[in-house]
């Protein structure tokens, strides 16, 4: 960013222990991860493990196949956000500057879609999977979450801000539509892009409920559900093994926060630029 | 818009081609927005109605017949009183999450909005719990929440006060998965506000200090209103989401202690899933359905007469 | 036009796709029709491969690992898939959207209260024309074990993991203090007063803890005292009855005076199990599925014991049956009977049993030379098999899971606000007739 503001000290002192706070329940997490199972239940909790242990790592690893989880993650939340912000570019371009009939109620009914919980409508495209043969494949996974009304929403915002002098002049010019959208808007709209793309790739790395639902066999399993098998199927003893459920958790949650560290900057930026109105 | 196309009944034969390129136009525009609205329609729309005809029979979701029994779904979920014990739950959870984490988020966006580096990486802290999955989260709360062994008891123990079964009493578990909630979404609300500050242009607070007006003040006359389409923004969106609220209540509580933490939601999948009520589960469906949408317009309506938008 | 042809194409494609979805969800199966034939046994050995869904947890994988190597011994045209979907409850949603669906596995867990359900839905195939077919001799299960997993005189199941509750007790502690688990409920009294410590208000040991997140822990107390959880025509609620009541008193007597610990909602399981390692709790009472477990992970001396009785001294059956499911193809229904009949089969129970924790379920198997070797190594076992006819299945109607909510709660509000057992279990039955009524 710009150059520093000078900050106060009572202001900086406020802020970090607000940020000290926040950050407690992740470092609690990933302590716990490192604890041998007796440090978990003495009665004066440690705030670094008295013996520092990678067991818990190395279970977890044995007990479930978390590398083809974190495969099975990364494609489909790269096919399910290509999809999403594509098929949301070309809705938002129609709904913000395009002209046919019955533009803004088609409109709505994308918006009201955002209110249908997962849950109530899993079961009738469950069955529409199997007919098509997609269950347990990654088709299930990805394509009946292609559409994401929120991105739709923001970015036809966006669009919306951008003046039609832009869109005519192209078009006098001659420019295609697809050409006026992915070279003309697209650029100009790239704070709320990007705030769109990291939104749906956090909805789709740590979606659970639809990939539990959609998929039978542990070669197809992503790893918020890998997670919660392995909890289940150590189910009541939880609390003997909460330090081997926390190890499980950090490999769910480590290769978000690791992308998500590397782009801080950009993200940011881009989400203090982008418009949400 | 609309009215173009309405026109075009009147117009004489000259004019055709003309419309003809605009028809043709519009059509183009609407391939735009077919992959999205054919989508919707298949993933969304057809599994709700379909949810209205299951909701007028006795389905158990398993059994090969369903039974056509009218309305009867319907009318005995009016008079349960755990549907009106269920609405209370999800009302005051969305009420009291989206209040806190708004209230909070705004004043995180307050003292956070500072270009510092220092704060900068302070607010990629705040941000971190909203990309991290709820069942990672509900998982670390509820060994935080521990009776016996969770840390929050120890730290309470430390200042002489009893244990606190804070999943497990009644009287605390809504709050505690509340509490869950907050702290995964107050990061990202207190960023969007921020964004939404630095939309304020500085001649209005310069303009004001001319003026005399104190900080206070300027808060109250120019910051809020004009974030009032964030607000806005934020209000919905959270307000959507709080309602639809199921996996940190399915992880953390099952809907228990008493029924304390039973969410709409959760009581959906546990009618149509546990109890084997498809019929029933889906009536509940749709009366949600409505009740949401009706929520979300009045929201709407009163926005627009109260939220400032700029130009 | 273009658009308009793309448009009744689409039309058409939805058209199809609901009235195909409409279809599979309104044609009834040929379940019911079902007679009491089997297809005649075959020799067809072509390659098949059948799912078998389960709830087996992380301790039992061994175990179901090395029989499906052995099955496959036996068997080496049939591929048997496992796959774990997680606990009975997610186990039980994931199936249901197979039924939906109609791409179910071929062989899956049913969980004893649930049989009913799924049998009446016509979703399991009917095993007792395979059972007449093959000759398999029912009668080296228990009697109990076999009829919950029945309905309607038909076998949809059989036993696969059973367990009942038992009182698991600290037996270095109970030798200290000199105590010997109760087997009656008057001794209970006594029993409990020796063994609880308070430290001031505090209470710092409980002699005892019975389970109230799951009516199944308590469902045989009701029955012990006399009472009864539903009528024999399973229409009405009997738990409003004063000598199903009665347990009730005497429960929030002896929590009231410190005596018992009664684990309530989500997670108190775990904590219960903790408090026991931790000398807290002097006995508890869970299922006998963890018995083994309980022995290898306390640092103490484990003792088990029947639940103690009163006018009777029944026990519960819990775990799981293993079914077939009736949707698949001829062939896969044979392979899956072949695998059902292994998994049960007397040959491998006692291995079965060991690896899983479970209790083995043929006569035969009890009774031969590995049994007894087991029972020697195990001998907390002996407490369960010496009452085993006290075992019986749960009240079988369809709708014994919604209506058990109800007196599940009245133990919530129990234990949580201290509220009257007699309100409380009246409030219930009230609450249960409406829900059987709906039936």
Same mark, same amino acid.
């Given at each position: 960013?710009?150059?520093?503001?000078?900050?106060?000290?009572?202001?900086? $002192?406020?802020?970090?222990?607000? $940020?000290?706070?926040?950050?407690?329940?992740?470092?609690? @997490?990933?302590?716990?991860?490192?604890?041998?199972?007796?440090?978990?239940?003495?009665?004066?909790?440690?705030?670094?493990?008295?013996?520092?242990?990678?067991?818990?790592?190395?279970?977890?690893?044995?007990?479930?196949?978390?590398?083809?989880?974190?495969?099975?993650?990364?494609?489909?939340?790269?096919?399910?956000?290509?999809?999403?912000?594509?098929?949301?570019?070309?809705? #938002?371009?129609?709904?913000?500057?395009?002209?046919?009939?019955?533009?803004?109620?088609?409109?709505?009914?994308?918006?009201?879609?955002?209110?249908?919980?997962?849950?109530?409508?899993?079961?009738?495209?469950?069955?529409?999977?199997?007919?098509?043969?997609?269950?347990?494949?990654?088709?299930?996974?990805?394509?009946?979450?292609?559409?994401?009304?929120?991105?739709?929403?923001?970015?036809?915002?966006?669009?919306?801000?951008?003046?039609?002098?832009?869109?005519?002049? #192209?078009?006098?010019?001659?420019?295609?539509?697809?050409?006026?959208?992915?070279?003309?808007?697209?650029?100009?709209?790239?704070? $709320? @892009?990007? $705030?769109?793309?990291?939104?749906?790739?956090?909805?789709?790395?740590?979606?659970?409920?639809?990939?539990?639902?959609?998929?039978?066999?542990?070669?197809?399993?992503?790893?918020?559900?890998?997670? #919660?098998?392995?909890?289940?199927?150590? #189910?009541?003893?939880?609390?003997?093994?909460?330090?081997?459920?926390?190890?499980?958790?950090?490999?769910?949650?480590?290769?978000?926060?690791?992308?998500?560290?590397?782009?801080?900057?950009?993200?940011?930026?881009?989400?203090?630029?982008?418009?949400?109105? | 818009?609309?009215?173009?196309?309405?026109?075009?009944?009147?117009?004489?034969?000259?004019?055709?081609?003309?419309?003809?390129?605009?028809?043709? !136009?519009?059509?183009?525009?609407?391939?735009?927005?077919?992959?999205?609205?054919?989508?919707?329609?298949?993933?969304?729309?057809?599994?709700?109605?379909?949810?209205?005809?299951?909701?007028?029979?006795?389905?158990?979701?398993?059994?090969?017949?369903?039974?056509?029994?009218?309305? %009867?779904?319907?009318?005995?979920?009016?008079?349960?009183? !755990?549907?009106?014990?269920?609405?209370?739950?999800?009302?005051?959870? %969305?009420?009291? !999450?989206?209040?806190? !984490?708004?209230?909070?988020?705004?004043?995180?966006?307050?003292?956070?909005?500072?270009?510092?580096?220092?704060?900068?990486?302070?607010?990629?802290?705040?941000?971190?719990?909203?990309?991290?999955?709820?069942?990672?989260?509900?998982?670390?709360?509820?060994?935080?929440?521990?009776?016996?062994?969770?840390?929050?008891? %120890?730290?309470?123990?430390?200042?002489?006060?009893?244990?606190?079964?804070?999943?497990?009493?009644?009287?605390?578990?809504?709050?505690?998965?509340?509490?869950?909630?907050?702290?995964?979404?107050?990061?990202?609300?207190?960023?969007?506000?921020?964004?939404?500050?630095?939309?304020?242009?500085?001649?209005?607070?310069?303009?004001?200090?001319?003026?005399?007006?104190?900080?206070?003040?300027?808060?109250?006359?120019?910051?809020?209103?004009?974030?009032?389409?964030?607000?806005?923004?934020?209000?919905?969106?959270?307000?959507?989401?709080?309602?639809?609220?199921?996996?940190?209540?399915?992880?953390?509580?099952?809907?228990?202690?008493?029924?304390?933490?039973?969410?709409?939601?959760?009581?959906?999948?546990?009618?149509?899933?546990?109890?084997?009520?498809?019929?029933?589960?889906?009536?509940?469906?749709?009366?949600?359905?409505?009740?949401?949408?009706?929520?979300?317009?009045?929201?709407?309506?009163?926005?627009?007469?109260?939220?400032?938008?700029?130009? | 036009?273009?658009?308009?042809?793309?448009?009744?194409?689409?039309?058409?494609?939805?058209?199809?796709?609901?009235?195909?979805?409409?279809?599979?969800?309104?044609?009834?199966?040929?379940?019911?029709?079902?007679?009491?034939?089997?297809?005649?046994?075959?020799?067809?050995?072509?390659?098949?491969?059948?799912?078998?869904?389960?709830?087996?947890?992380?301790?039992?994988?061994?175990?179901?690992?090395?029989?499906?190597?052995?099955?496959?011994?036996?068997?080496?045209?049939?591929?048997?898939?496992?796959?774990?979907?997680?606990?009975?409850?997610?186990?039980?949603?994931?199936?249901?959207?197979?039924?939906?669906?109609?791409?179910?596995?071929?062989?899956?867990?049913?969980?004893?209260?649930?049989?009913?359900? *799924? =049998?009446?839905?016509?979703?399991?195939?009917?095993?007792?024309?395979?059972?007449?077919?093959?000759?398999?001799?029912?009668?080296?299960?228990?009697?109990?074990?076999?009829?919950?997993?029945?309905?309607?005189?038909?076998?949809?199941?059989?036993?696969?993991?059973?367990?009942?509750?038992?009182?698991?007790?600290?037996?270095?502690?109970?030798?200290?203090?000199?105590?010997?688990?109760?087997?009656?409920?008057?001794?209970?009294?006594?029993?409990?007063?020796?063994?609880?410590?308070?430290?001031?208000?505090?209470?710092?040991?409980?002699?005892?803890?019975?389970?109230?997140?799951?009516?199944?822990? *308590?469902?045989?107390?009701?029955?012990?005292?006399?009472? =009864?959880?539903?009528?024999?025509?399973?229409?009405?609620?009997?738990?409003?009855?004063?000598?199903?009541?009665?347990?009730?008193?005497?429960?929030?007597?002896?929590?009231?005076?410190?005596?018992?610990?009664?684990?309530?909602?989500?997670?108190?399981?775990?904590?219960?199990?903790?408090?026991?390692?931790?000398?807290?709790?002097?006995?508890?009472?869970?299922?006998?599925?963890?018995?083994?477990?309980?022995?290898?992970? =306390?640092?103490?001396?484990?003792?088990?014991?029947?639940?103690?009785?009163?006018?009777?001294?029944?026990?519960?059956?819990?775990?799981?049956?293993?079914?077939?499911?009736?949707?698949?193809?001829?062939?896969?229904?044979?392979?899956?009977?072949?695998?059902?009949?292994?998994?049960?089969?007397?040959?491998?129970?006692?291995?079965?049993?060991?690896?899983?924790?479970?209790? &083995?379920?043929?006569?035969?198997?009890?009774?031969?030379?590995?049994?007894?070797?087991?029972?020697?190594?195990?001998?907390?076992?002996?407490?369960? *098999?010496?009452?085993?006819?006290?075992?019986?299945? &749960?009240?079988?109607?369809?709708?014994?899971?919604?209506?058990?909510? =109800?007196?599940?709660?009245?133990?919530?509000?129990?234990?949580?606000?201290?509220?009257?057992?007699?309100?409380?279990?009246?409030?219930?039955?009230?609450?249960?007739?409406?829900?059987?009524?709906?039936?």
């Amino acid at each position: 960013m710009f150059n520093s503001q000078k900050v106060s000290a009572t202001r900086l $002192t406020i802020a970090i222990i607000v $940020t000290l706070f926040m950050l407690f329940p992740l470092y609690w @997490l990933l302590i716990t991860s490192f604890k041998p199972a007796e440090e978990l239940k003495s009665a004066i909790p440690t705030f670094w493990p008295k013996h520092f242990t990678f067991q818990n790592y190395v279970d977890a690893f044995n007990k479930a196949p978390f590398l083809r989880y974190g495969m099975n993650t990364l494609i489909q939340t790269v096919g399910v956000v290509t999809l999403q912000v594509n098929i949301a570019l070309l809705a #938002a371009y129609a709904f913000a500057k395009g002209n046919f009939f019955g533009r803004d109620k088609l409109f709505l009914a994308v918006i009201a879609a955002m209110v249908v919980p997962e849950q109530v409508v899993f079961v009738p495209v469950y069955v529409m999977m199997a007919n098509v043969g997609w269950l347990n494949t990654f088709w299930a996974l990805i394509v009946p979450n292609a559409v994401s009304a929120y991105g739709i929403f923001l970015l036809r915002q966006a669009f919306k801000s951008i003046n039609n002098d832009v869109i005519e002049a #192209a078009k006098v010019d001659g420019a295609h539509r697809l050409h006026i959208l992915y070279r003309i808007l697209t650029p100009m709209a790239l704070p $709320t @892009l990007v $705030t769109v793309l990291i939104f749906k790739i956090i909805g789709s790395w740590n979606s659970y409920f639809w990939p539990l639902v959609m998929t039978n066999t542990d070669n197809m399993r992503v790893l918020t559900v890998g997670i #919660a098998m392995l909890k289940s199927s150590i #189910a009541g003893n939880e609390m003997l093994n909460f330090q081997l459920i926390m190890a499980g958790s950090v490999l769910v949650a480590a290769p978000i926060v690791i992308l998500f560290i590397f782009t801080q900057k950009h993200i940011l930026t881009a989400m203090s630029n982008s418009t949400f109105k | 818009m609309s009215s173009e196309i309405k026109l075009t009944k009147h117009v004489p034969t000259k004019k055709r081609s003309l419309l003809n390129i605009k028809r043709r !136009e519009s059509t183009k525009d609407f391939l735009f927005a077919l992959p999205a609205l054919l989508l919707l329609a298949i993933f969304t729309y057809y599994p709700l109605v379909n949810s209205v005809f299951i909701s007028f029979t006795d389905w158990n979701l398993i059994r090969p017949i369903k039974k056509f029994i009218g309305l %009867t779904n319907y009318q005995n979920l009016l008079v349960d009183p !755990e549907f009106y014990h269920v609405l209370k739950v999800t009302f005051l959870y %969305t009420i009291i !999450e989206v209040s806190l !984490e708004l209230l909070l988020g705004l004043g995180l966006a307050v003292l956070f909005n500072v270009t510092a580096r220092s704060f900068g990486v302070m607010r990629s802290i705040l941000f971190m719990p909203h990309y991290i999955s709820m069942v990672v989260v509900s998982m670390v709360f509820v060994w935080i929440y521990n009776t016996d062994y969770g840390i929050l008891n %120890t730290v309470l123990k430390l200042f002489g006060a009893s244990p606190v079964s804070w999943l497990n009493d009644p009287s605390t578990a809504l709050w505690a998965v509340i509490i869950v909630a907050v702290w995964k979404g107050v990061g990202f609300t207190s960023l969007i506000f921020i964004s939404g500050l630095r939309g304020i242009p500085i001649e209005y607070y310069e303009a004001a200090s001319i003026d005399g007006a104190g900080k206070w003040k300027q808060f109250l006359k120019i910051t809020l209103p004009l974030l009032s389409p964030t607000t806005l923004f934020l209000v919905i969106t959270s307000f959507i989401s709080s309602m639809q609220v199921f996996q940190s209540v399915n992880i953390m509580t099952n809907g228990g202690p008493l029924k304390a933490t039973k969410v709409m939601v959760y009581w959906i999948y546990d009618l149509t899933f546990v109890q084997f009520k498809a019929g029933k589960g889906s009536a509940l469906v749709i009366i949600f359905f409505f009740i949401i949408v009706l929520l979300t317009a009045i929201q709407f309506a009163i926005s627009k007469k109260k939220v400032h938008y700029e130009g | 036009m273009k658009m308009k042809k793309w448009l009744v194409g689409l039309t058409t494609a939805m058209l199809v796709m609901s009235s195909m979805i409409g279809c599979s969800s309104s044609t009834p199966t040929s379940t019911n029709a079902s007679e009491a034939t089997a297809p005649p046994a075959t020799e067809d050995k072509t390659p098949v491969t059948i799912q078998y869904w389960h709830a087996h947890d992380d301790d039992q994988k061994a175990a179901l690992e090395n029989m499906v190597q052995e099955f496959n011994k036996k068997y080496p045209w049939i591929t048997v898939d496992t796959v774990f979907q997680g606990d009975y409850d997610t186990l039980q949603q994931k199936l249901q959207a197979a039924i939906a669906a109609k791409q179910v596995p071929a062989v899956t867990n049913i969980e004893v209260h649930a049989l009913p359900q *799924f =049998a009446d839905s016509g979703v399991l195939m009917d095993l007792t024309p395979y059972i007449s077919r093959d000759k398999l001799d029912t009668n080296d299960f228990s009697e109990g074990m076999l009829k919950a997993y029945s309905y309607q005189d038909k076998q949809f199941g059989l036993p696969l993991i059973v367990s009942t509750s038992v009182m698991v007790y600290n037996k270095t502690m109970f030798d200290q203090e000199g105590v010997k688990p109760p087997q009656t409920w008057d001794e209970i009294e006594e029993f409990a007063k020796k063994l609880t410590k308070k430290d001031g208000n505090e209470v710092s040991r409980y002699a005892f803890s019975v389970p109230g997140w799951d009516t199944w822990y *308590f469902d045989p107390w009701i029955e012990n005292g006399g009472g =009864a959880i539903l009528s024999d025509d399973m229409k009405t609620a009997m738990i409003d009855q004063p000598d199903s009541m009665k347990f009730m008193k005497l429960f929030k007597d002896w929590k009231d005076k410190g005596y018992m610990h009664i684990g309530y909602g989500k997670g108190a399981s775990g904590n219960m199990r903790q408090m026991f390692f931790d000398g807290k709790i002097g006995m508890v009472e869970h299922t006998s599925a963890l018995i083994k477990w309980y022995i290898e992970t =306390a640092k103490f001396e484990v003792g088990v014991s029947f639940l103690p009785g009163d006018k009777k001294r029944n026990s519960h059956m819990g775990g799981a049956s293993i079914a077939v499911m009736d949707g698949i193809k001829d062939n896969e229904k044979e392979a899956a009977w072949k695998f059902v009949q292994f998994m049960t089969g007397a040959e491998n129970n006692i291995k079965w049993a060991e690896g899983t924790g479970y209790l &083995p379920t043929r006569k035969s198997a009890i009774s031969s030379e590995e049994g007894k070797a087991y029972f020697a190594k195990y001998p907390q076992y002996k407490a369960v *098999f010496d009452n085993f006819d006290n075992v019986i299945g &749960p009240p079988k109607s369809p709708a014994f899971n919604e209506a058990s909510a =109800a007196y599940e709660e009245a133990m919530g509000k129990m234990v949580l606000n201290g509220e009257d057992p007699e309100t409380l279990l009246k409030d219930a039955a009230k609450k249960m007739n409406d829900i059987l009524k709906d039936q």
